[in-house]
């Protein structure tokens, strides 16, 4: 303890290079450490963009290919199957849901793929976490669109708000399908996964922006569907009209019958003060014209029943009107059509049992009604890892040089000033202190500056990942767990400590060396 306590006092006395060194090797510790963590969380984030998807199933090619496209949205997705087929893999015994995806178009750079509904039911990520919704709901309609948490903070978007889709997909530019405008029904809950970076859209819409509308309908162009169906709904109309203005006839033929039976009513009191036998026959005018009342009672009542259905149609006119109002012609004609794709991109399967995941992958590479390919998502993850493999050894190889090179500068700072502490070894050695005293005060003046750097260091870590969290989740959609060191990194940080120890011979071994007159003789 007095070592070091003297070792301490010491390095006092030269604070700058001191600091200088304590420096350098805490922001080497940092990068060491700041490299490693970005690349745990890299790959956890990486393998954690899926989750719960026993195979993914598309044309046939490279597996990469087919993982970056259809999970991560990167790079080209020409290649096609049949619906069909996805319609025939759902039926399978083996198969216990299977949800279809359609890509190719983009909304200012940011991806649109096409689904249904079941995509939010089966779709998961890090450990069988599902999407949820942050704000609207997931809604059923056509021409509905639900968006990724960073494409709503970014384009400033809400629910309701009217959006265009672009064809053609990321960068490249294409022409807007205004003809088919969306609304924004869902902005989806961060997931830090490539969906906030996403637009989903229904298939049927997918279907209608690439199909020439009014082609398609052939002898039935638009035009004269909904005109047809408009003339028909006014037909309807005219009649109800009709029913209405005899309905207000039967109205004033019951308030005469009123204003007669009152009339009547009052003659019969006069007869009563008059004659008895009056009061009888009054009674029984009135008996019949009661029953005579009563049925038009009941045709009153048939009346009302009348004016509900009569507002009931009033009301789904008003809601036609208003539909027609929002939707495009196109859109209309597509409502009437109920399109359904041709072809598709993937499709994301999970199956009843684990244990037929490699079964149903080969049945699927040697299906019969097209080429296609069956990747396990967790292999393929793995897989492609692996081509970072040497971006990953390059990084540690810098890192590593970067630790070194702290340590060479403090040696370097050790060893230039022991030519100046030479006295100071001197005075030590004429008190008393044995060359051994000597050489391990250098090594704990070396051990001391590489503890305190890796404390700084480790302290400069934390500070660095809690500012750099946010940016990171909303610019980049990358999200940094910032958790305790690893055993690896503490296994780093102990290579770090000893390596200094060692390093520290050089100049303990040098002052060992150093006599008491060398010390005491300095020339002026």
Not at 8 to 18: A, E, I, V
Request: proline fraction near 2%.
């Amino acid at each position: 303890m007095a070592i070091l306590s003297l070792a301490f006092k010491s390095l006092l006395n030269r604070k700058l290079t001191f600091f200088i060194t304590l420096f350098s090797i805490a922001i080497s510790v940092t990068l060491l450490l700041g490299v490693q963590t970005l690349k745990t969380e890299t790959k956890t984030s990486f393998m954690k963009s899926i989750s719960g998807t026993d195979l993914i199933i598309g044309s046939r090619g490279a597996s990469s290919q087919l993982l970056l496209s259809s999970v991560f949205h990167i790079g080209s997705s020409t290649n096609t199957i049949k619906y069909e087929t996805y319609q025939d893999i759902e039926k399978l015994p083996a198969v216990e849901w299977a949800v279809p995806i359609s890509m190719g178009d983009s909304h200012k750079g940011y991806t649109v793929i096409a689904t249904n509904l079941s995509f939010f039911d089966h779709f998961s990520y890090a450990n069988k976490q599902n999407l949820t919704v942050q704000s609207g709901s997931i809604d059923d309609d056509m021409f509905a669109v639900a968006i990724g948490a960073d494409v709503a903070q970014k384009l400033d978007y809400h629910v309701g708000d009217r959006i265009i889709v672009t064809h053609g997909g990321g960068e490249i530019e294409g022409h807007d399908h205004d003809n088919i405008p969306f609304f924004v029904s869902a902005i989806l809950s961060p997931s830090f996964t490539a969906i906030d970076q996403t637009l989903i859209i229904s298939l049927e819409a997918m279907e209608a922006m690439h199909t020439e509308t009014h082609d398609h309908l052939g002898a039935l162009p638009g035009e004269t569907l909904l005109d047809s169906d408009h003339h028909e709904h006014h037909d309807e109309h005219d009649e109800d009209h009709e029913q209405h203005a005899a309905h207000d006839k039967h109205d004033e033929h019951h308030d005469e019958h009123d204003e007669d039976h009152e009339q009547h009513t009052a003659h019969d009191k006069h007869d009563e003060h008059h004659d008895e036998h009056d009061e009888d026959h009054a009674q029984h005018a009135a008996h019949d014209k009661h029953d005579e009342h009563d049925e038009d009672h009941e045709q009153h009542a048939a009346h009302d029943k009348h004016d509900e259905h009569h507002d009931e149609h009033d009301e789904s006119h008003e809601q036609h009107a208003a539909h027609e109002h929002e939707d495009t012609q196109d859109q209309r004609i597509a409502r009437l059509l109920k399109l359904k794709p041709e072809n598709i991109n993937a499709i994301f399967v999970g199956l009843t049992s684990r244990h037929a995941v490699l079964g149903m992958q080969s049945y699927v590479n040697n299906f019969q009604g097209e080429p296609l390919t069956a990747i396990i998502p967790a292999v393929a993850l793995q897989e492609l890892w692996q081509f970072f493999s040497l971006a990953e050894s390059a990084l540690n190889i810098v890192t590593t040089f970067v630790v070194l090179v702290g340590l060479l500068g403090m040696l370097s700072i050790i060893l230039m000033s022991l030519n100046e502490r030479r006295r100071e070894m001197a005075v030590l050695r004429s008190v008393g202190a044995r060359p051994s005293h000597i050489f391990g005060l250098i090594i704990g003046e070396a051990g001391f500056v590489c503890l305190t750097g890796i404390l700084l260091g480790v302290i400069l870590l934390y500070a660095v990942l809690l500012i750099l969290q946010t940016p990171l989740a909303n610019y980049y959609g990358f999200y940094l767990d910032i958790n305790m060191l690893t055993s690896n990194d503490l296994f780093i940080l102990l290579t770090i400590q000893c390596s200094a120890l060692l390093i520290a011979l050089i100049p303990g071994a040098l002052i060992y060396k150093y006599s008491l007159s060398d010390g005491m003789n300095i020339k002026f």
